[in-house]
């Protein structure tokens, strides 16, 4: 059963442009929702988090917007830059359990 | 060290082989997670060591995944008669964290397996 659900599956933004990603989940226990980035050949790298007492959550051109009540997030990406031609993942935990439950990927490609 | 290290990088395995592969997580963290990623797909957990104690196998698909973390730091996952449905990235965490870990993760580049 997949409890988080990504989209787009990829997305092409010109540079300086928005990206904007949207991820939903179904479990309502689920306490702490990150971002991962992932280029090809590494391992995803943490880009920014947020936790449900907030609605947003900006650091750098990355925010995350939350709406607890639809159960959704999203990661918007301002002025995208070509280095910012990535996999994105959005993931969700609860506390009780430790484990990541990612979502399944937006390949974002930033042209010049 | 600075990061976690992951080895071997790449591995190819002939069906029916066992493999290991290995993870050395950053120094003095107490959690260490394997996730499995397959082509195209997001990160899914397999397993959770809070230091030598795996306390969740819960995603370990099948009794030919074994996963040991014995003196609480290197770990080393299993994989014995390999199925070409094995082949994808395996990824390692680590934590310097307790319970509620999922906060502090820092992932390995991982070791890709390709079961031929």
């Known amino acids: 059963q997949q409890q988080v659900k990504q989209s787009p599956q990829s997305l092409i933004v010109q540079k300086g442009g928005i990206s904007i990603i949207n991820c939903a989940y179904e479990n309502t226990a689920f306490d702490y929702f990150p971002w991962y980035q992932q280029f090809p050949g590494k391992g995803p790298a943490l880009l920014i988090a947020i936790r449900p007492d907030v609605s947003e959550k900006k650091e750098g051109r990355f925010t995350i917007s939350f709406n607890k009540s639809a159960k959704q997030f999203s990661l918007h990406i301002m002025d995208s830059q070509p280095g910012d031609s990535a996999t994105y993942f959005c993931?969700?935990?609860?506390?009780?359990?430790?484990?990541?439950?990612f979502g399944t990927g937006t390949r974002l490609q930033v042209f010049p | 060290g600075a990061g976690v290290s992951q080895s071997p990088r790449y591995k190819v395995a002939k069906r029916g082989q066992d493999v290991a592969l290995r993870c050395d997580p950053i120094s003095g963290h107490v959690s260490l997670f394997w996730y499995q990623q397959a082509l195209g797909q997001g990160p899914e957990f397999l397993t959770y060591f809070q230091n030598e104690a795996q306390l969740d196998k819960s995603g370990l698909p099948s009794d030919r995944f074994f996963a040991e973390r014995p003196e609480g730091s290197v770990s080393t996952l299993k994989i014995q008669r390999t199925q070409q449905e094995d082949s994808a990235v395996y990824l390692c965490?680590?934590?310097?964290?307790?319970?509620?870990?999922?906060?502090?993760?820092?992932f390995g580049s991982g070791t890709r397996l390709t079961v031929v």
């Open positions: 993931a969700a935990s609860d506390y009780n359990t430790d484990k990541l439950i």
């Open positions: 965490a680590s934590s310097p964290q307790g319970q509620g870990t999922s906060y502090g993760y820092t």
